[in-house]
């Protein structure tokens, strides 16, 4: 079954830049979705169609799709960001598959 | 404002068949491009896509657990009914509905927003 791979963990200091990888072979002629979710809570949605932000989302969060590797992109990242991150694609096979997320620290 | 809210068990014995509803509001399941779909995360694991049924009737499953599940939908009440027969214990999870978009020229689904979850637990 199709695989999208997520480093477990990535760790940043407040005000940097924070990148967390999606990689799936096949995300080449996908579109990639990121959601956030923190603890006790449910995921909310932060990029679509790879780029693209819902209303409410900050500027600082943005993504990108290039090559097998999705990459969504924290600018100036606060310690409210802190959390797990979930990558997703649809496939017509597999049909929809999320990455197994990856857990933000901000310290 | 679209809001969605799942309802069912928490405690479910094992081989018995687990049904879970999401009642929802703010929009229409007729609605061209609209579907609800279910997930579900067990307990400090990563999310795994369920199921999805569109604003057409079409219905969606994950390959590996499409024969012990059904969604159905009624329009009238705006809920959908998710059924997952011969439930184990592995099928412990916080399960959550969530409003789906379909974007007809990429063919791409995204969900916003999810409903709160409920927690089932498989037990005897």
């Known amino acids: 079954s199709y695989v999208l791979t997520q480093p477990p963990s990535v760790s940043v200091s407040p005000g940097q830049t924070a990148t967390i990888t999606c990689s799936g072979d096949k995300l080449r002629n996908q579109y990639a979705t990121w959601y956030q979710q923190k603890p006790g809570q449910s995921p909310v949605l932060v990029i679509y169609q790879d780029t693209k932000r819902p209303s409410g989302i900050p500027e600082r969060f943005s993504g990108s799709n290039s090559g097998n590797t999705a990459t969504l992109t924290i600018s100036g990242t606060q310690t409210l960001d802190e959390g797990d991150y979930y990558c997703?694609?649809?496939?017509?096979?597999?049909?929809?598959?999320f990455g197994g997320g990856t857990k933000l620290t901000v310290l | 404002q679209i809001t969605l809210k799942e309802s069912g068990p928490t405690l479910v014995r094992p081989t018995q068949t687990l049904t879970l509803t999401c009642t929802f509001s703010g929009f229409s399941l007729t609605t061209s491009g609209v579907g609800v779909a279910w997930i579900r995360q067990p307990p400090g694991k990563a999310l795994e896509w369920l199921a999805l049924?569109?604003?057409?009737?079409?219905?969606r499953y994950r390959p590996s657990l499409e024969s012990r599940l059904a969604i159905t939908r009624d329009t009238s009440k705006n809920q959908v009914v998710l059924t997952m027969t011969n439930v184990d214990p592995v099928d412990t999870a916080t399960y959550y509905c969530?409003?789906?978009?379909?974007?007809?020229?990429?063919?791409?689904?995204?969900?916003?927003?999810w409903g709160q979850g409920t927690l089932v637990t498989v037990s005897s």
């Open positions: 049924i569109y604003w057409d009737d079409d219905k």
């Open positions: 969530a409003h789906s978009s379909y974007d007809f020229s990429t063919g791409e689904i995204w969900f916003d927003p």
């Open positions: 997703q694609a649809w496939d017509s096979t597999s049909r929809l598959v």
